[in-house]
């Protein structure tokens, strides 16, 4: 069941939100072809202490980093490594998120690397749209896969695929609160939405098929085909109003 929270409680989580959402524009814009992923982990933790809010991700689960970055057929959770140089022609899937004053922020976004070829910045565009079509349907009174529903819907006619394994989440004290949120599903199915749920909405789509694999470091997970992948994510609050990003710099 969700925890639904007040609005005062949205006020306080729009920062740690608001904060995620800084922190990653600002990695997007350092993206620079020869940079190791490392020099973008440093510069989430600086960020961070800039912000006074505390990465959100680092120690969780045992996991080392600040942010995720997953490269071309990482579909999420890469760990960043001195030794990992992006390159030219990459698409790089950024994940980060902060707690602050108590309460979580989580988002993503793909960010194409120089000279990206036409088809890779399709799949980028249409992992964007999906997560736009898939806030839309976070009203209050539809049911959960109805964001499902629109999300994979969308995806698979554009040709693409959802990955089934990682799903998106409900977060607000704790990073994950349930209920988990599924990227592919049956419309008019799963609980009913309610004014007061926040929600970290989050497809990962593949180019070729759905299925990932996770490599031996436990975290890095890939495209069991070598196929391209991209990832958005937002955090959302379901107000009387519709839904209302809270993962946006302002
Ligand atoms: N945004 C991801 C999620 O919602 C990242 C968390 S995994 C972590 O699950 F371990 F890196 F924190
Ligand atoms: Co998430």
Same mark, same amino acid.
């Given at each position: ?10 006020? /306080?989580?729009k ?15 350092? /993206? %620079? ?6 020099? &973008?982990?440093? &510069? ?12 959100? =991700?680092?120690?969780?689960r ?11 057929? +990482?579909?999420?959770?890469? @760990? ?9 022609? !990459? ?8 707690e ?17 070829? *036409?088809?890779?910045?399709?799949? @980028?565009?249409?992992?964007? #749209?999906?997560? +736009?079509?898939?806030? *839309?349907?976070?009203?209050?009174? #539809?049911?959960?896969? !109805?964001?499902?529903?629109? @999300? ?9 695929? $959802? ?9 607000g %004290?704790?990073?994950? +609160? !349930?209920?988990?949120?599924? #990227? ?16 970290? @909405? +989050?497809?990962m $789509?593949?180019?070729? %098929? =759905?299925?990932v694999?996770?490599?031996? !470091?436990?975290?890095?997970? $890939?495209?069991v ?10 955090? /959302?609050?379901?107000?009387? #109003?519709?839904?209302? /990003? ?5």
């Amino acid at each position: 069941m969700a925890i639904l929270k007040s609005l005062e409680e949205i006020k /306080i989580m729009k920062e740690s939100c608001r904060i995620t959402a800084l922190v990653l524009q600002k990695l997007k814009e350092s /993206i %620079r072809p020869g940079m190791t992923t490392s020099e &973008l982990d440093m &510069l989430a933790r600086e960020e961070c202490v800039k912000y006074r809010a505390r990465p959100a =991700f680092l120690g969780y689960r045992g996991y080392t980093a600040a942010v995720c970055v997953s490269i071309n057929d +990482e579909v999420i959770h890469g @760990i960043p490594s001195p030794k990992r140089v992006i390159k030219n022609g !990459d698409i790089v899937s950024l994940d980060f998120g902060v707690e602050k004053d108590g309460f979580y922020g989580d988002s993503a976004l793909t960010v194409p690397v120089g000279d990206v070829e *036409a088809k890779y910045q399709r799949l @980028i565009d249409i992992t964007r #749209n999906a997560l +736009e079509k898939g806030i *839309a349907k976070a009203c209050a009174g #539809n049911r959960l896969h !109805d964001i499902s529903a629109a @999300i994979q819907g969308y995806v698979e006619k554009n040709g693409f695929s $959802v990955v089934r394994d990682f799903t998106g989440h409900a977060i607000g %004290r704790a990073l994950h +609160e !349930d209920p988990m949120v599924p #990227n592919f599903g049956k419309p008019g199915t799963g609980e009913t939405l309610q004014v007061g749920m926040t929600l970290a @909405i +989050e497809p990962m $789509v593949n180019e070729k %098929r =759905f299925e990932v694999k996770v490599l031996k !470091d436990k975290w890095t997970t $890939v495209t069991v085909d070598g196929g391209m992948s991209a990832h958005y994510e937002h955090t /959302i609050a379901i107000t009387e #109003n519709g839904p209302i /990003i809270l993962t946006l710099p302002e």
